[in-house]
């Protein structure tokens, strides 16, 4: 398990979500910073349809398992893209 996350990948937290072993600020959180690959720049339909590789496959696949819902995915990308922002700004 990572270090500071409450499972191995992504897929796994929002099982631990699901099961009711930590509440949704937690799995927001963890989620939102979790050190997913660099992604090139494109729409979200794309992003959403086409999946990024291993880590942003696990949010289509916990979305489409009920895992979490479309809500949670929309926070949790619109969270890691303020964050992506952020750090291009401070360069």
Same mark, same amino acid.
């Given at each position: ?8 990948? &992504?897929?796994? =937290?929002? @099982?631990?979500?699901? /099961? $009711?072993?930590? *509440?949704?600020?937690?799995? #927001? ?11 090139? &720049?494109?729409? =979200?339909? @794309?992003?959403?349809? /086409? $999946?990024?590789? *291993?880590?942003?496959?696990? #949010? ?32």
């Amino acid at each position: 398990m990572a270090e500071r996350f409450s499972g191995k990948r &992504p897929l796994e =937290i929002a @099982e631990r979500y699901s /099961a $009711g072993e930590i *509440d949704r600020e937690h799995l #927001l959180d963890e989620l939102s910073t979790w050190p997913y690959p660099p992604r090139e &720049p494109i729409d =979200i339909v @794309e992003w959403n349809v /086409a $999946g990024m590789g *291993d880590e942003w496959d696990d #949010l289509g696949i916990a979305t489409s398992r009920g895992y979490i819902t479309y809500d949670d995915y929309a926070v949790i990308f619109d969270r890691v893209e303020a964050a992506e922002t952020d750090t291009k700004g401070r360069q």
